[in-house]
């Protein structure tokens, strides 16, 4: 995972293909990226990698090159990459600790009489939990294959554990899976990207593992797993559309709860596998008889409302064709304070809450009551709403001086972790309230980072964990917002006077969306489709064909759904 440091070589990444809009976290830095390909099929992967075994007299550099072509094929445990090794070697190597990803302009170096060394640039790498994370430097790195002759042919009798794939291949071989975590309080479910090979007959066994080992430690004390420490699972079969999950150890001494919960968690992550559609839970073997509702239970993916949400004409609601619809005991209040900046939040059951943005401060508006400023500390930036009815405020220079204020409870503060940023123009909460989204500037050049939200047992933000880095375009930083619960989006200034978008998902690869002119802010909704823009000019934009269309005219605000 990359953390938080100077800006990552751009180069490293200019072909990697994407797979986020395919709807696919080691979380990729500032670097370059491209448009989004359509992914092949299981049916394609097959056809496209059918390696052979090793020819008669082949050469060291052969049995090598055969060798990492054969390992893109997962199928049957890599059983025509073993054919490659050595009969002592070929059940000690272990393909599963993890992908080196690199670029073009690999070369081999002859050590010695049966030592060979494969010199390659990575720009990325997986580990053997699925966590996918950029390299800080395109340097070139060795590593080393020994062989033996049997039976008068070269085998590789030594090798790292791992595979290695150019990025193209990874986008075709590789998908990205969401295992599911809880938030501190049980209500809402926090995705942790990891990626498998889509076709290996073990993913779902890699996913339920991945998911007992726990969160993205960037994650930690945020949120929290059902699984007790110690708790195993062999294998996930998949038969007729249901996945069978059999756990042991200390799971047998948990509650009736706290097996539904890991059920809960299981049934989220596994059903992004192809052909499953339920999940059968069993410890040691025996059946446990659980609920199998998603009707109840925590939020996996919080939605909002897809029509635009603006204030024009001094009026504020959301907006359709020609026809504008106010938010019923919020509107009129909204529209009377002197906005430049809008959000809103339904997420707390029973409370509709607005954080309107003035140059007097920000103002906290709810139904039936009287517009109230939460803070009145100069130059804030737009302020955030989190799912537990906090609102969230900074000031533009101020980047670490963090305010939350909620109704009914003292306004509180703590010193954000990203250090040496000189100014924010954005922080977005997400809708699990788990993670939060800043747009900064250092040294003069754009960083937009993640991080953890820590909570008191009260739901009380208190702290931030390690800021992750994120992709982004060059230049100035504009805005940011979060596309959905796996990915965010963010607009830059470029040199050339356009404005460059790009979307990053959480924990894995970054596509470039098309330029646009103008752009002021930037307003997520419920997936990329619903992605906005506001011109400087007042117009709202959607992307569609590779294009930003006009969707509204004379908008003077275009408000944050939380």
Do not use: H
Request: hydrophobic share 40%; net charge negative.
């Amino acid at each position: 995972m990359t953390r938080f440091r100077s800006r990552a070589i751009i180069a490293a990444m200019a072909s990697l293909t994407v797979l986020l809009l395919a709807g696919c976290v080691g979380i990729p830095s500032t670097g370059p990226v491209e448009k989004g390909d359509v992914l092949a099929t299981s049916d394609e992967i097959d056809i496209i990698f059918q390696p052979s075994g090793p020819r008669v007299d082949e050469s060291q550099e052969d049995i090598l090159r055969g060798f990492i072509r054969a390992a893109l094929n997962p199928l049957n445990n890599f059983d025509v990459a073993r054919s490659f090794l050595s009969k002592n070697f070929a059940d000690q190597w272990k393909p599963d600790a993890g992908v080196t990803i690199d670029q073009s302009g690999r070369s081999t170096q002859k050590i010695s009489e049966t030592s060979v060394d494969l010199k390659l640039s990575p720009i990325a790498t997986v580990d053997a939990n699925g966590e996918y994370s950029t390299v800080p430097s395109a340097a070139p790195v060795s590593r080393s294959y020994t062989f033996v002759q049997e039976d008068g042919q070269w085998r590789i009798n030594t090798a790292p554990d791992g595979i290695v794939m150019l990025s193209t291949e990874f986008a075709e071989v590789y998908s990205s899976y969401p295992l599911y975590f809880f938030d501190p309080s049980y209500q809402r479910l926090v995705p942790d990207v990891r990626w498998f090979p889509r076709v290996a007959s073990n993913t779902g066994t890699r996913i339920a593992r991945a998911l007992i080992n726990g969160p993205s430690a960037w994650l930690g004390g945020a949120v929290v797993s059902a699984f007790p420490e110690g708790t195993g699972v062999t294998s996930v079969p998949v038969d007729a559309g249901v996945a069978s999950v059999d756990l042991s150890g200390p799971v047998l001494d948990s509650s009736e709860a706290t097996l539904e919960r890991m059920q809960v968690q299981l049934r989220s992550s596994l059903l992004a596998l192809s052909g499953v559609a339920t999940v059968r839970l069993t410890v040691d073997s025996t059946e446990v008889p659980l609920s199998t509702s998603s009707d109840s239970g925590p939020i996996t993916t919080p939605r909002v409302d897809s029509r635009a949400l603006v204030l024009r004409s001094g009026q504020f609601g959301f907006f359709t064709g020609s026809s504008l619809t106010p938010v019923e005991g919020i509107s009129d209040d909204v529209a009377s304070l002197d906005a430049t900046s809008i959000g809103l939040s339904d997420s707390v059951p029973g409370l509709q809450l607005a954080a309107v943005g003035t140059a007097a401060g920000v103002y906290a508006v709810a139904p039936a009551s009287t517009p109230g400023i939460v803070d009145d500390r100069p130059g804030l930036i737009a302020p955030s709403i989190d799912p537990e009815g906090f609102v969230w405020t900074v000031p533009s220079g101020s980047p670490l001086d963090i305010r939350v204020s909620a109704a009914g409870r003292t306004p509180s503060s703590f010193t954000a972790t990203w250090d040496g940023a000189g100014q924010i123009v954005s922080l977005d909460v997400s809708r699990d309230g788990a993670r939060v989204l800043a747009f900064l500037t250092m040294d003069g050049e754009p960083r937009l980072v993640v991080a953890s939200v820590f909570r008191d047992k009260d739901g009380t933000p208190t702290g931030l964990g390690e800021p992750v880095d994120l992709a982004e375009g060059q230049g100035t930083a504009v805005d940011a917002t979060w596309v959905d619960s796996l990915s965010v989006a963010s607009v830059t200034l470029t040199p050339s006077g356009d404005n460059s978008i790009v979307q990053q998902q959480i924990g894995g690869t970054t596509t470039q969306l098309a330029d646009a002119s103008k752009v002021v802010s930037i307003v997520g909704s419920n997936d990329v489709v619903g992605l906005r823009v506001l011109s400087s000019d007042g117009n709202i934009l959607q992307q569609s064909a590779n294009t930003w269309q006009v969707r509204a005219a004379d908008v003077a605000i275009l408000a944050t759904q939380y």
